[in-house]
């Protein structure tokens, strides 16, 4: 493995700083609760973070609406907090990752609101705006976010592009004086000290601009903006200059937010890629339509689950390399996707961890996933912050869903799942803040699932321990980061087993998903037991018959020296 493939012996915890430690007092996280954290992620084993953003922003969603990029937001600290974190983890042997968002900016930013004020300066050509005679927006386009693509100006017949919130225009990348101000500010950083970025929604810089009405896919007149601004033909340009200008000459980690199809692969993370991987989006979001609706969720089997991760192992270990992940800060809490709520527990648990650490690529950790942290239900749509679970409540309804219904289906898939604080320890507020009340709600299991009840060898705590560990410092480490990832068949569609092989050493890998008992046949040779989940059960796999006897919700893996 090269030196500079250095990413690919990562394994990196991802911060959402509002909620992850609050130092002051006020309810909100912040950078110097993050530093007086620091042991705790250090003792987990990880050694890259990712960090959400902490820019200055109106944070109408959650800090992706960026309104100076060289600063950080008084609610996390200063400037000078910053550069402490990244220093005082550096001495910890952590490097810092921060979001990269240059798809758009605040409807805030210094160079939007001079494009208003003037739009012949050259800011007006920062973004995308369009002028129409009648009045009507250019299109029919839909956003992410279930609003009208195009906003107006008031008192004018003009709009602009904004595939998120309508506080979040589009950037116009054909500009070749706004790709250098995003050079200078991506270098900033990274002279700075960080070690690179997670690039958020960075497939959809390029944009195929039709101005016409097309046929609606919803009741609401409009039609979903996906198929003008993902990866389109051109967008390796940009890319690639962005990477040549930036990146490369940094050594950086870059994790990029781009759902990319099989033919794309090599340009984005082979040999010469744009990037260090890409997260994928086949399995994360395989309750998810096409459209993006939350609100019409589809349902799916542990089969096509399997088929999907299997699928995209194989893809990207064709292409290069890619991000390992079941949560992030998009994402409602992995148990509650992928597991009845009758049958969440350790077991399913620690099940879950096993089948996505193992796989070939660098993985991501999500705060709280690692004490198995799980949905919280709010009382009301008014409890929810995040303004795509709004946007998508909004539509259900709109689309003829009950309340009730509507509520109950955006609840479940909602961000803000993820959002609601670390949980640290059963005192008050979890232990993330000393506020009589905290920005998002505190989930209530905190009693029962926190990080201080699971310093104990039987807690989904040290098992991510162990397979951290087994990842970056054990006789197994270079099969688990550099070995081919292979299937390996079950007679059983709910049982997901797959083997990492190198030229004489393998992994198995065996995961029976769902709550009833199953069975295996192993393959010949002496087998060694590396971890699982049920360590009583482990010594039925030296029996003659081969045939190994799953336990519910049971994970294992078997190490075999050829």
């Known amino acids: 493995m090269k030196k500079t493939d250095w990413w690919k012996r990562a394994v990196v915890y991802q911060i959402y700083p509002k909620s992850f430690q609050d130092s002051n007092g006020d309810g909100i996280g912040d950078l110097?609760?993050?530093?007086?954290?620091?042991?705790?992620?250090?003792?987990?084993?990880?050694?890259?973070?990712?960090?959400?953003?902490v820019y200055q922003s109106p944070m109408d969603d959650g800090g992706y609406d960026i309104s100076d990029y060289y600063h950080i937001h008084p609610m996390f600290g200063s400037d000078a907090d910053m550069d402490e974190l990244i220093q005082k983890a550096r001495d910890m042997g952590i490097k810092i990752l921060m979001d990269l968002v240059v798809n758009h900016t605040s409807d805030e930013h210094e160079w939007f609101q001079k494009a208003l004020k003037d739009p012949n300066s050259k800011y007006a050509d920062y973004y995308i705006f369009k002028d129409t005679i009648d009045g009507n927006p250019?299109?029919?386009?839909?956003?992410?976010?279930?609003?009208?693509?195009?906003?107006?100006?008031?008192?004018?017949?003009?709009?602009?592009?904004?595939?998120?919130?309508?506080?979040?225009?589009?950037?116009?990348?054909?500009?070749?004086?706004?790709?250098?101000?995003?050079?200078?500010?991506?270098?900033?950083?990274?002279?700075?000290?960080?070690?690179?970025?997670?690039?958020?929604?960075?497939?959809?810089?390029?944009?195929?601009?039709?101005?016409?009405?097309?046929?609606?896919?919803?009741e609401d007149g409009l039609r979903y903006i996906g198929d003008w601004v993902l990866n389109q033909p051109g967008i390796e340009i940009f890319l690639q200059e962005l990477n040549e200008r930036t990146f490369r000459p940094h050594n950086s980690m870059t994790v990029a937010e781009a759902n990319v199809p099989e033919e794309l692969l090599n340009l984005f993370i082979g040999e010469?890629?744009?990037?260090?991987?890409?997260?994928?989006?086949?399995?994360?979001?395989?309750d998810v339509p096409a459209t993006g609706e939350w609100f019409r969720?589809?349902?799916?089997?542990v089969k096509e689950l399997r088929k999907a991760i299997f699928s995209s192992q194989r893809m990207v270990q064709e292409k290069g390399w890619g991000a390992l992940y079941l949560e992030?800060?998009?994402?409602?809490?992995?148990?509650?996707?992928?597991?009845p709520e009758e049958e969440i527990g350790y077991h399913s648990k620690t099940m879950l961890a096993s089948l996505f650490f193992f796989l070939r690529g660098t993985p991501f950790i999500y705060q709280g996933q690692e004490i198995g942290m799980?949905?919280?239900?709010?009382?009301?749509?008014?409890?929810?912050?995040?303004?795509?679970?709004?946007?998508?409540?909004?539509?259900?309804?709109?689309?003829?869903?009950?309340?009730?219904?509507?509520?109950?289906?955006?609840?479940?898939r909602s961000r803000d799942n993820s959002r609601t604080p670390m949980q640290w320890d059963s005192g008050k507020n979890a232990g993330f803040s000393s506020a009589d009340r905290t920005w998002i709600r505190v989930n209530p299991n905190y009693k029962s699932i926190n990080a201080a009840d699971q310093e104990h060898p039987d807690s989904v705590l040290s098992f991510y321990r162990e397979l951290i560990r087994l990842r970056k410092d054990s006789k197994y480490s270079d099969i688990i980061i550099s070995g081919e990832f292979l299937p390996y068949e079950s007679e059983d569609p709910c049982v997901i087993a797959y083997q990492r092989s190198t030229a004489h050493e393998r992994l198995l890998v065996i995961h029976n998903f769902q709550n009833r008992q199953s069975a295996i046949c192993l393959p010949k040779g002496h087998l060694k037991t590396v971890t699982g989940n049920f360590p009583d059960n482990h010594t039925q796999k030296d029996t003659p018959q081969r045939l190994y006897r799953l336990l519910p919700y049971e994970c294992i893996a078997l190490y075999m020296n050829e």
């Open 32 to 53: 110097k609760g993050i530093i007086n954290r620091l042991d705790y992620l250090k003792n987990l084993g990880i050694n890259v973070i990712w960090l959400c953003p």
């Open 272 to 286: 010469q890629g744009f990037f260090s991987m890409v997260f994928d989006f086949h399995y994360t979001d395989i």
């Open 297 to 301: 969720p589809r349902d799916f089997t």
């Open 138 to 218: 250019p299109n029919n386009w839909r956003s992410y976010f279930g609003e009208p693509a195009w906003t107006k100006i008031e008192g004018t017949n003009r709009y602009y592009l904004h595939e998120f919130s309508k506080k979040q225009p589009d950037l116009n990348w054909e500009n070749e004086a706004l790709r250098e101000e995003i050079y200078r500010m991506v270098n900033y950083w990274l002279d700075k000290g960080l070690a690179g970025f997670r690039i958020d929604a960075i497939g959809n810089i390029k944009k195929n601009l039709e101005y016409k009405t097309f046929q609606p896919d919803g």
């Open 374 to 412: 799980e949905n919280i239900r709010m009382a009301s749509i008014d409890d929810y912050d995040d303004i795509a679970t709004r946007g998508q409540y909004a539509r259900a309804m709109n689309a003829g869903l009950d309340k009730e219904t509507a509520f109950d289906i955006v609840a479940k």
């Open 328 to 339: 992030n800060h998009d994402q409602n809490r992995s148990v509650n996707k992928y597991i």
